[in-house]
């Protein structure tokens, strides 16, 4: 069973920077990606990966703050956040799809969440 397993969540001051890790059991995907989903709010799109890097996007929020990294082959995506601002706050969760232009509906594996909090 595959499992998408999520850290470095935690809480910051606005300005500041964290880095989310997500490891998947060692399995590849043709896409790996974060979402995001804030209280009250619907889980949103926040940056996706393909081919290891050479491929990425970002919700136009989080772009020039946000860099995706990782490693398809392997099962493995980051996250690097820096100018975190408290509208970044949210449950961040990583997804990985077998397909390489996923929707968000077709991301079959999530992992459990991890909390960022920016503090003003």
């Known amino acids: 069973q595959v499992q998408l397993v999520e850290s470095g969540g935690g809480l910051v001051q606005a300005g500041g920077s964290l880095r989310l890790s997500c490891a998947a059991s060692g399995r590849a995907f043709s896409t790996m990606a974060w979402f995001r989903q804030a209280p009250g709010k619907e889980r949103e799109f926040v940056a996706a990966?393909?081919?290891?890097?050479?491929?990425?996007n970002y919700v136009d929020s989080v772009k020039g703050r946000f860099t995706i990294s990782g490693d398809n082959a392997k099962g493995t995506v980051a996250l690097q956040m820096n100018s975190l601002k408290p509208e970044d706050t949210a449950v961040y969760y990583c997804?990985?799809?077998?397909?390489?232009?996923?929707?968000?509906?077709?991301?079959?594996?999530w992992g459990q969440g991890t909390q960022v909090t920016v503090s003003s």
């Open positions: 990966m393909r081919w290891s890097g050479v491929s990425t």
């Open positions: 997804a990985a799809s077998d397909q390489t232009f996923p929707s968000p509906t077709t991301y079959h594996y």
